[in-house]
């Protein structure tokens, strides 16, 4: 039986709180085999019914012949007939022609039915969290290979020039956006090996009780000093009204999740006039009036030489200092004066998924240093897309739901997997999975990329990840009475210190 496009391949979710036992699960899958062996057996039966009853209005010579344009039948079909054939009534050959009809018109229903449950087994099992491994023999032992210190990036540049040639060798011309796509495997691994490297030869000892990647960090967070120096130490937080809007700009309203992520492209300034280092807020009241606060945070702004979503930002909240971007953002909710007491929502895409995963824990107390030393808020959710965050914890009262795709490169500079916890959930995406939407893109690391993975990852119903979209949506499930939108920047200094 075939099987049409799966929009749920190269999708794995992990984490989460499961309101249905695995065990149930399974059991439901194993009952809905059953129903497919049920069906593919029903269909022999339709087919061997069909071929029956055409075999009579379209028969073998021994059977039936045809008489003045008309189906005889031979008397071997009845023994009490004359020994001649004899014409079939007009009416026995409509019957049998409404029947033929029929069968087929079931025949057809079957074989819908049939791949709607073969789906929905695939669909189970996903949910149960069983994910059936299409790695061959080679690609297994090479993904147990990169597992050894050292062989990360051999393997990584490798598997980027095999994949190269493949396509060249199909006739596709020489696609260097497959270097990247077909190294995803061993991005992690990659990253641990240089950070492993790059530690070694640290010369800074008090950042060796730190994994690899955050002491890496760290290293290139003090190649950067020299630049960050030349600003003030603290960020300046102004808010956008009047003339510094666009005019008529308004973010669009959210009431889903990825409506939620697509909000982060707008903020992005893509296309509307919106200065860079910009951060919104918003607020949204239900029926009982109660307010939830939707705090969204852009990524890295390198065209910008004054913003604080930089790359010593991205190097500080790597190694899990307090970063510029993340005391912007808590500036920037002070300034909106959120009450300590209502629901917030973080929002962030790249690195403004990393200051959500901050700005949470210093927000709720959970935080250390000038970040943590604020008002406290009652941060519920952090939805995030392409974000390292897999060294980041979260507070035990804030759900965590985190986006990724595996040729995007920047989710995996943490170097490894996102914690499975009751109120964590990570989506990950394989986009060259056989199935999965195809796409040119070199590097996919647009939030459009995320918006669709999210969307496609619904429907593998894994319960932790429903509750965890249940739950935001039911946040922002009111009207929203407010928008405000607060831009960062970094104050130059007369006279650099020395």
Request: proline content about 7%; hydrophobic content about 45%; aromatic content about 4%.
């Amino acid at each position: 039986m075939s099987r049409p496009p799966d929009p749920t391949a190269g999708i794995v979710v992990s984490g989460g709180v499961t309101s249905v036992e695995t065990a149930d699960l399974v059991a439901a899958a194993a009952v809905v085999t059953e129903a497919v062996l049920r069906v593919e057996a029903a269909l022999a039966h339709g087919r061997r019914a069909h071929g029956l009853v055409s075999g009579i209005l379209d028969p073998p010579p021994s059977s039936v012949a045809w008489a003045g344009g008309r189906a005889a039948c031979h008397p071997s079909l009845d023994p009490g007939l004359p020994a001649s054939w004899t014409p079939v009534p007009p009416e026995v050959a409509a019957a049998r022609s409404a029947l033929l009809e029929e069968i087929a018109a079931c025949t057809d229903a079957l074989l819908i039915a049939g791949r709607r449950l073969d789906g929905l087994v695939d669909r189970l099992r996903k949910a149960a969290g069983i994910y059936e491994e299409s790695e061959s023999g080679v690609e297994g032992f090479l993904s147990w290979v990169a597992r050894v210190p050292g062989t990360g990036v051999v393997l990584a540049v490798g598997a980027g020039l095999v994949d190269v040639a493949v396509w060249a060798a199909a006739g596709q011309g020489v696609r260097w956006e497959r270097f990247v796509r077909g190294s995803a495997a061993y991005h992690d691994e990659a990253v641990r090996d240089l950070s492993t490297f790059l530690a070694r030869v640290n010369p800074v000892p008090d950042l060796e009780d730190r994994s690899a990647v955050g002491e890496a960090a760290g290293m290139l967070r003090g190649m950067t000093e020299s630049y960050r120096r030349r600003f003030a130490p603290a960020v300046v937080t102004t808010e956008l009204t009047g003339e510094a809007l666009p005019a008529g700009f308004s973010k669009p309203v959210a009431h889903s999740a990825e409506d939620l992520l697509s909000g982060i492209d707008v903020v992005y300034g893509k296309g509307n006039g919106l200065p860079d280092s910009v951060v919104s807020v918003e607020k949204y009241v239900d029926e009982d009036e109660k307010a939830t606060w939707v705090v969204t945070v852009p990524g890295t702004q390198l065209g910008s030489a004054t913003t604080p979503f930089s790359m010593t930002s991205n190097f500080d909240l790597v190694q899990g200092d307090d970063a510029d971007s993340t005391a912007h953002v808590l500036a920037a909710m002070r300034q909106a004066e959120i009450p300590e007491g209502e629901e917030v929502v973080l929002v962030g895409h790249s690195q403004g998924g990393m200051v959500a995963m901050a700005v949470a824990a210093a927000a709720t107390g959970a935080g250390a240093g000038r970040a943590g030393g604020g008002p406290r808020y009652d941060v519920r959710h952090v939805l995030t897309a392409g974000a390292p965050v897999g060294g980041a914890t979260l507070p035990t009262t804030v759900r965590g739901t985190h986006v990724e795709i595996e040729q995007e490169v920047i989710s995996q500079l943490d170097g490894t997997d996102n914690p499975v916890g009751p109120d964590r959930v990570t989506v990950r995406a394989d986009l060259d999975a056989a199935g999965a939407p195809e796409t040119r893109a070199v590097v996919p690391h647009g939030v459009p990329f995320h918006v669709d993975v999210l969307g496609r990852a619904r429907e593998v119903g894994q319960p932790g990840l429903a509750d965890n979209l249940d739950a935001i949506e039911r946040a922002v499930s009111g009207r929203r009475v407010e928008e405000r939108y607060f831009r960062g920047a970094l104050a130059p200094l007369a006279v650099a210190p020395p």
